[in-house]
């Protein structure tokens, strides 16, 4: 168990909808990283934040947003959802040091229909 | 922009026999380099990682890496293979010189696949 919770495991839903994917990090861990896996395009890294802020983006649709909250558990929103989005979205969290690494969720597997 | 190259998409060993899967990279500055290992339906889980000092690196479940900055390798290597080391695995590196943007790339991912 890495310490990183995710909510929901498994989502279906239809075209053109709208789903929040929840994270919770590690205690203590104060940066939350968003990656999504998907067959084709392998693990791709989409936003981290730190703290309450944007630290980074990497890959994220315009369709796609995310946040951090004071209590540090990060929601990812996925709007306007097409077929292309069924992937894997893993949460994974991190110690503030050099070199530190990212302690992974169990991810949330989202089907569009 | 730095990148991760996983040559095989999948290795076979029998097992008993040493393992190696393969990884290069590219990155600014020194690397921060991790190996990852990710079962079916699962997250990825760490295995080691390479930040400074002895190039060969002792990780987790028996795995070691080595770490060779003239070929910019990082493989992962195990002596003695599992069956239960049939997983997926994933390099990943960062550079030194990233010091806001802390994530990793990751490679495409190698299948090991370990026969009885």
């Known amino acids: 168990d890495s310490g990183v919770t995710q909510t929901p495991k498994h989502l279906i839903t239809a075209t053109g909808q709208r789903v929040t994917l929840r994270c919770s990090p590690r205690?203590?861990?104060?940066?939350v990283y968003w990656y999504q896996q998907s067959l084709d395009q392998g693990l791709q890294f989409l936003i981290q934040?730190?703290?309450?802020?944007?630290?980074a983006k990497g890959n994220i649709l315009e369709r796609f947003s995310a946040q951090q909250f004071p209590d540090l558990h990060s929601e990812l929103n996925l709007s306007s959802l097409e077929l292309g989005d069924s992937a894997l979205y893993f949460c994974a969290s991190s110690v503030v040091a050099s070199g530190g690494e990212l302690f992974f969720g169990e991810g949330s597997r989202l089907t569009v229909l | 922009a730095q990148s991760v190259a996983q040559p095989e998409d999948q290795v076979n060993v029998a097992e008993g026999n040493p393992l190696t899967v393969k990884c290069t990279y590219s990155v600014s500055g020194n690397p921060y380099l991790f190996w990852y290992v990710q079962y079916p339906n699962r997250g990825l889980q760490f295995l080691l990682k390479y930040i400074t000092g002895d190039n060969l690196v002792k990780g987790s479940y028996g795995f070691e890496a080595e770490f060779n900055k003239s070929q910019t390798s990082f493989h992962l290597k195990k002596p003695s293979a599992l069956v239960s080391d049939s997983a997926l695995y994933f390099c990943a590196v960062r550079g030194s010189m990233d010091t806001g943007r802390r994530a990793l790339t990751f490679g495409s991912g190698t299948r090991l696949q370990v026969q009885p």
């Open positions: 205690s203590g861990d104060l940066s």
């Open positions: 934040y730190y703290n309450g802020e944007e630290r």
